[in-house]
């Protein structure tokens, strides 16, 4: 059973940045995709970005791209997203999640084991 747990949320400026990280436990294979979805109050959960386990595949948002950037950390065994240049916009509950192959990957519906999410709150 993989369990996956988020942290690094918080508050900042527009403008600022924060990282956020997706620790992953339990047995992984190389054919995993970890993405970060993000909802906030009011709207439907989005997209964000995805990688696949060996961290040389990404897809990402319209609305992120430039900005966020996920990667990979082997040695920490987490999927991190780097969030640059932060608008208020971006304010949202930001949950990662994993789903086994590429088909359907920037789908929430198609990840099969969540976390519990971190708060990421930007102020104008």
């Known amino acids: 059973q993989v369990q996956l747990v988020e942290s690094g949320g918080g508050l900042v400026q527009a403008g600022g940045s924060l990282r956020l990280s997706c620790t992953v436990s339990?047995?992984?294979?190389?054919?995993?995709?970890i993405g970060w979805f993000r909802q906030a109050p009011g709207k439907e959960r989005e997209f964000v970005a995805v990688?696949?386990?060996?961290?040389?595949?990404?897809t990402y948002a319209d609305s992120v791209k430039g900005r966020f950037t996920i990667s990979r950390d082997a040695a920490k065994n987490t999927v991190d997203l780097q969030l640059n240049n932060l608008e208020p916009e971006d304010t949202a509950v930001y949950y990662c999640?994993?789903?086994?192959?590429?088909?359907?990957?920037?789908?929430?519906?198609?990840?099969?084991?969540w976390g519990q999410g971190t708060q990421v709150t930007v102020s104008s």
């Open positions: 999640a994993l789903k086994i192959g590429s088909h359907n990957r920037n789908l929430g519906s198609a990840f099969d084991s």
């Open positions: 990688v696949n386990w060996g961290g040389d595949s990404t």
């Open positions: 339990g047995r992984t294979f190389a054919w995993y995709y």
